[in-house]
């Protein structure tokens, strides 16, 4: 949940009013939080200093809870508060959970910085529960204010080459993503905007909330719905895909 682009953004002098914590939903997950009835087991990928556990934490306090983080700072932040903190690189490294064994994952702002996108969502996939929760949180190359700089030639702003962040996200890319790789394998329960450059938040809401496709942040509550074997490896072999992603577990 660390963004380069955000510490960048709130140096801005134009964009001075904006509230960059929005960028990272804190509405939006709570929203989607209250609509969840149970959860004995969550996990937080890229987990940064712990902020939607606590989320997790206050709304089921009898739920294990793990987090997985590479950053020193953050997994020394995590332990201290108690969290079980696991840290792998969840581009080449097992998630240590069994089958079928979690009922909530969350991926707030952490998939725009990985390449092996297939990989990570077989070992998500592989842990979910049938019928848990997939939370996703990305930045989105679709929103209003990337396609006005496109007209006038301005490169996305969640995808320069000098930042961190190496994919891009829109809503239906992502969800033909799934699609694709995990046929009728996830449902869409509900999709939302947080932020809206480069309005303050009083209008950032709002507008978020009537036009979710054009937000910075784009939101993804989504629920396993049948059986899963291995079929995001797969994907890359089937469709000849000419880059070495990571396809053996």
């Known amino acids: 949940m660390n963004s380069p682009y955000a510490g960048s953004c709130a140096k801005s002098k134009l964009l001075k009013f904006v509230d960059h914590n929005e960028t990272y939903g804190l ?3 709570k929203g989607y939080l209250e609509r969840i009835s149970s959860v004995e087991s ?11 556990l606590g989320f997790i934490k206050t709304k089921f306090p009898d739920a294990s809870l793990y987090a997985v983080e590479c950053m020193h700072d953050n997994i020394t932040s995590l332990e201290n508060k108690g969290i079980k903190t696991y840290p ?13 064994s979690i009922d909530l994952f969350i991926c707030n702002q952490i998939l725009e910085h990985t390449k092996e996108l297939f990989f990570i969502l077989h070992e ?12 996703v949180g990305v930045p989105n190359v ?3 204010h990337n396609r006005i700089g496109l007209l006038f030639g301005k490169h996305p702003t969640q995808a320069k080459a000098c930042s961190a962040h190496i994919r891009c996200f829109s809503k239906n890319d992502f969800l033909l993503f799934l699609q694709e790789c995990f046929p009728k394998g996830y449902s ?3 999709f939302d905007g947080s932020q809206f450059y480069p309005f303050p938040r009083f209008l950032s809401r709002p507008l978020a909330r009537l036009f979710p496709s054009m937000a910075f ?7 396993k719905t049948k059986e899963y074997k291995s079929s995001f490896l797969e994907y890359p072999i089937k469709a000849s895909l ?8």
């Open 42 to 52: 969550a996990v937080d990928l890229g987990a940064g200093i712990g902020r939607d």
């Open 88 to 100: 792998i690189n969840i581009e080449a490294g097992i998630l240590p959970f069994q089958d079928e």
């Open 188 to 190: 869409l329960n509900s």
């Open 27 to 29: 509405c939006v997950i």
């Open 242 to 249: 000419e880059t070495n992603f990571k396809v053996n577990p």
């Open 124 to 135: 998500i996939t592989r842990s979910l529960k049938i019928g848990g929760i997939l939370i």
């Open 142 to 144: 679709a929103s209003l």
């Open 217 to 223: 942040s784009i939101f993804f509550l989504l629920q």
